[in-house]
């Protein structure tokens, strides 16, 4: 079946240090991949999607590029904010059947000024 | 503003007790899906909507009950079948339904606490 899997956090890093929170997928044909965000207390807000293959989404310093081949969407920014500390989805959008999201574990980031 | 409301924000419960939780849209979205949310854990699909009056299992059903009667609500029922019923809740909505590269919109949650 489809999965999702995201490295483990927390991650832990500096202000202006640079981001990489790793995202790998299992899927029967091709998917749409997202990265939804979620700060404390609250519901999720997306971040960035890709579509298709070699596809990069990006938003707010945040960017991830859609490798097929590789089966990977990994997130990275080049210099976080203490304001990026939240919980950050990778997930799916299975194309074989409804819209139904299939997510990762979700992985904490802390920053310290 | 446009958006999807999630009430209460903190429900109590004693076991044995029903208890539904209230999601509003007005977004026009035809879909609707309720998720729940454990520590440590993604998010888990319990039912999803695609139009009005039509609702389908999603992958932890059992022991929670949802309607449709309107296009702008979904309520989601927690039944006392439901074993281990404190988590978060989330809500969403997206238009049109059945593309999958379409973005789903989340609602602020509802964290349910079993006493």
């Known amino acids: 079946g489809n999965s999702v899997t995201q490295m483990e956090g927390p991650v832990t890093l500096s202000e202006e240090a640079f981001l990489t929170i790793n995202c790998t997928y299992t899927?029967?044909?091709?998917?749409?991949l997202f990265w939804y965000v979620q700060y404390p207390g609250e519901g999720l807000q997306l971040l960035l999607k890709?579509?298709?293959?070699?596809d990069k989404g990006s938003n707010k310093g945040f960017e991830a590029t859609y490798r097929k081949e590789t089966t990977s969407f990994h997130l990275e920014k080049g210099s976080v904010q203490v304001s990026d500390s939240a919980v950050y989805f990778c997930?799916?959008?299975?194309?074989?059947?409804?819209?139904?999201?299939?997510f990762g574990t979700g992985t904490r980031l802390l920053v310290s000024p | 503003d446009g958006g999807i409301t999630q009430s209460p924000k903190y429900l109590f419960r004693k076991e044995g007790q029903n208890v539904t939780l209230s999601c509003e849209q007005n977004?026009?979205?035809?879909?609707m899906y309720w998720y729940r949310q454990d520590p440590g854990q993604g998010l888990r699909l319990i039912y999803y909507?695609?139009?009005?009056?039509?609702?389908q299992k999603g992958d932890i059903a059992e022991g929670y009950s949802v309607s449709r009667e309107k296009k702008e609500s979904f309520p989601l029922t927690v039944t006392s079948a439901q074993k281990n019923p404190t988590a978060f809740y989330l809500c969403?909505?997206?238009?049109?339904?059945?593309?999958?590269?379409?973005?789903?919109?989340f609602g602020p949650g509802t964290r349910l606490t079993v006493l």
């Open positions: 969403a909505s997206s238009s049109p339904s059945g593309r999958a590269y379409n973005e789903q919109f």
């Open positions: 899927a029967t044909g091709y998917p749409s």
């Open positions: 890709a579509t298709k293959a070699d």
């Open positions: 997930a799916l959008s299975d194309p074989t059947g409804f819209q139904k999201l299939v």
């Open positions: 977004l026009n979205h035809d879909a």
């Open positions: 909507s695609q139009i009005v009056n039509d609702f």
